[in-house]
């Protein structure tokens, strides 16, 4: 949930910590649900973040501050891949890149 928080940049919802608000109410709430049974397969949720250029680094440490790993950074300054602890992968693009089109992992 941490991670999730600091990569979104959003904040907790009064009254449900289990989800999280955009604070600016553009994007889409999260709902984060404890499942009773480990699910051990890969990315079981996948989410794009776009940011600002100048935000993505700030945005990218917050996350990893908050327990995430970078998977990848091979396009760096337009496109990073981190992994929550149970290796969901969220990709963070920055908004307003003119250069080539990122590859897809």
Not at 2 to 31: C, H, M, N, T, V
Request: glycine letters at 8%; one cysteine or more.
């Amino acid at each position: 949930m941490r991670l999730w928080r600091a990569l979104l940049g959003y904040a907790d919802r009064a009254k449900s910590p289990e989800d999280l608000i955009d604070p600016q109410r553009r994007g889409a709430p999260f709902y984060f649900q404890q499942m009773d049974t480990p699910r051990p397969q890969r990315n079981r949720m996948h989410v794009d973040v776009w940011v600002p250029y100048d935000q993505a680094e700030a945005r990218i440490a917050a996350a990893i501050a908050a327990g995430g790993r970078l998977v990848s950074d091979a396009h760096a300054s337009s496109h990073w891949v981190l992994a929550d602890p149970e290796g969901n992968e969220a990709c963070v693009g920055t908004a307003g890149w003119t250069g080539p089109e990122p590859a897809r992992r």
